[in-house]
């Protein structure tokens, strides 16, 4: 199992029953042929993140988008101050 | 940073018409995208610009992006002969939408909303179906790199039988 497989079903068991995290991983990790999924998993997008956001609530996705979002101007801010030897 | 929670409550406790478009719409969906800013689109009668502006006036929106020395007053007069706005205020950046590309005016927007609830209250969010039609409107590369996740999505909810939006 990939580690972010174990990350997914580690969150997945928040609040999807078995049935659907059990499908939830075999659609990502298998996406049918022809698929939108398929089509994105080419396209380069991880769904392990769609199917970990998936088990979230509509405000908890929120919070985890500008919580990321504040790290990465914390990082850039950091990265354009001088650096002190 | 936007801080969603105070904003969304300002406009709620103002009785703003509005519908969640966007990133964060995007987000509140699903979508792994990190936002930084809130996207709304509002209804433009007299009386909900009038609400928006008293929404939002404690916050003191300004032109964001613009020299300043260009005079800009948050009021109803100049919302009324605008249509969007990109703005920065105390909780963040924020952008107010007359119109989306590929749907049309508020109405439309509001119709092809979905009801979730957020921070404890309801809010009407742009739907999947909608947003994926408003990035195909807007056509920037930007905007159609976002619609295979976004097919993604609908299609994963789809066979998960997710109800929760």
């Known amino acids: 199992m990939l580690n972010s497989e174990v990350r997914c079903e580690n969150i997945c068991k928040k609040s999807m029953?078995?049935?659907?995290?059990?499908?939830?991983?075999?659609?990502?990790?298998?996406?049918?042929p022809g698929s939108k999924l398929a089509a994105a998993k080419e396209f380069g997008i991880d769904l392990t993140l769609l199917l970990e956001n998936l088990a979230l609530t509509p405000t908890e996705r929120l919070e985890k988008a500008f919580a990321a979002a504040a790290f990465h101007h914390e990082l850039r801010q950091a990265g354009q101050r001088p650096r002190v030897k | 940073m936007i801080s969603f929670q105070k904003a969304l409550v300002a406009l709620r406790n103002a009785g703003v018409e509005f519908v969640l478009i966007g990133g964060a719409a995007m987000v509140?969906?699903?979508?792994?995208?990190?936002?930084?800013?809130?996207?709304?689109?509002?209804?433009?009668?007299?009386?909900?610009?009038?609400?928006?502006?008293?929404?939002?006036?404690p916050f003191h929106p300004r032109l964001r992006g613009a020299p300043a020395d260009i005079p800009f007053r948050f009021d109803s007069d100049t919302l009324e002969r605008g249509l969007n706005f990109t703005l920065a205020t105390d909780l963040g950046d924020l952008d107010l939408f007359g119109e989306v590309a590929g749907l049309g005016a508020y109405k439309v927007v509001r119709a092809a909303s979905d009801?979730?609830?957020?921070?404890?209250?309801?809010?009407?969010?742009?739907?999947?179906d909608a947003l994926i039609r408003a990035k195909q409107a807007a056509g920037r590369p930007r905007d159609l790199a976002a619609i295979p996740e976004l097919e993604a999505l609908r299609e994963l909810k789809r066979k998960l039988g997710n109800k929760q939006s």
């Open chain 2, 28 to 57: 509140a969906h699903g979508s792994a995208l990190a936002t930084q800013d809130l996207d709304i689109c509002y209804e433009r009668s007299h009386e909900n610009i009038r609400r928006l502006v008293s929404a939002l006036a």
């Open chain 2, 115 to 128: 009801i979730v609830q957020v921070y404890g209250t309801d809010c009407p969010i742009l739907s999947l």
């Open chain 1, 17 to 32: 029953n078995t049935r659907q995290q059990n499908r939830g991983l075999e659609l990502i990790t298998h996406p049918p």
